[in-house]
């Protein structure tokens, strides 16, 4: 069974910093892009930043210069170090990968999503 966990998340003061982080398991054969994502109730989802397979990286207007994504490919892991943090950035954090796994002798690839870490903001 492939699997996205993510850790990291917590309460922190504004202009706190904090970092995520998501790891792949199972029988993988390769990740391409992964991402992180947030959410606050009663409103839609959002992208925060993504990163390819060959580390081409991109981001929410809201995060860019506070926010930062990077993989470590051997470790099929993914982190987000969020520096400058605001009110505005609490939210339900999700990392998201699209993952090409080994599967009844064959292969398969699909979307993953993880559980999900809170981030509060404190002001």
């Known amino acids: 069974q492939v699997q996205l966990v993510e850790s990291g998340g917590g309460l922190v003061q504004a202009g706190g910093s904090l970092r995520l982080s998501c790891a792949a398991s199972?029988?993988?054969?390769?990740?391409?892009?992964m991402g992180w994502y947030r959410q606050v109730p009663g409103k839609q989802r959002e992208v925060v930043a993504t990163?390819?397979?060959?580390?081409?990286?991109n981001y929410a207007d809201s995060v860019k210069g506070r926010f930062s994504i990077s993989r470590d490919g051997a470790k099929n892991t993914v982190y987000l170090q969020m520096n400058s943090l605001k009110p505005e950035d609490t939210a339900v954090y999700s990392c998201?990968?699209?993952?090409?796994?080994?599967?009844?002798?064959?292969?398969?690839?699909?979307?993953?999503w993880g559980q999900g870490t809170r981030v509060t903001v404190s002001s």
């Open positions: 199972g029988s993988i054969y390769s990740i391409n892009s």
């Open positions: 998201s990968a699209g993952v090409t796994y080994y599967r009844g002798g064959g292969f398969n690839t699909r979307d993953l």
């Open positions: 990163i390819t397979d060959i580390g081409s990286t």
